[in-house]
């Protein structure tokens, strides 16, 4: 039986294979580099680097705290229901307040020692190191100097201790920054953190 005219192909054929354009597979966005052509670390490897470090350090303090809370609370005088508040200052609150301020004082000295003359000389804390990250200067002819370390201790630490949620917005400040995903802390002392290959 034969088709009528105008009513597609005759019988017997088909239309030739529809063609078909080559659609490109879809790629992730290359990782973002340093002025260095090195991969820049990702926020989740410098959130736990800072954890990492900040567990250790607080270890270290305590180590030393505990010992002098110890001997600070053997020698606290037993109350007296009829002491005026001078001596009750005098002789609790008092030291108390400069037990306090020395262990700060011996915190924020540790945080120096730890993220300056230790961290300068590699680019590495322990905690960087575990997460295979590295702080190396924004120009890559350069190296990273105890002064560069020192500027990011002063953001970081020192004004993070001082200025009310401060730390919150330095930390956070490289997911919003382009194009080297910066900290504060990195602005001021001119250095990016990347990634170390394995």
């Given at each position: ?35 260095g052509?090195?991969?820049l ?5 410098r ?37 005026d ?11 108390v ?34 997460m295979?990250i ?10 990273l100097t ?23 917005l ?29």
């Amino acid at each position: 039986m034969t088709q009528p005219s105008g009513y597609g192909p005759p019988a017997g054929s088909y239309p030739p294979p529809y063609p078909h354009a080559p659609y490109p597979m879809w790629q992730p966005p290359p990782p973002p580099l340093s002025p260095g052509g090195v991969p820049l670390a990702e926020f989740s490897q410098r959130l736990l680097a800072y954890m990492i470090d900040g567990a250790l350090l607080t270890a270290v303090a305590l180590v030393v705290a505990l010992p002098a809370l110890f001997v600070l609370i053997s020698q606290i005088p037993e109350p007296d229901p009829y002491a005026d508040f001078d001596t009750v200052f005098n002789e609790f609150f008092l030291p108390v307040l400069l037990l306090e301020l020395g262990l700060f004082a011996l915190l924020l000295l540790l945080y120096y020692v730890y993220a300056v003359e230790i961290m300068h000389r590699t680019g590495q804390t322990l905690g960087k190191k575990a997460m295979k990250i590295r702080v190396v200067p924004i120009d890559p002819s350069r190296r990273l100097t105890r002064g560069m370390a020192a500027k990011r201790y002063l953001v970081e630490y020192l004004a993070g201790s001082f200025v009310p949620f401060f730390s919150y917005l330095d930390g956070l400040w490289q997911l919003w920054d382009k194009p080297y995903q910066q900290t504060l802390h990195d602005k001021a002392a001119q250095t990016v953190v990347v990634k170390v290959s394995s």
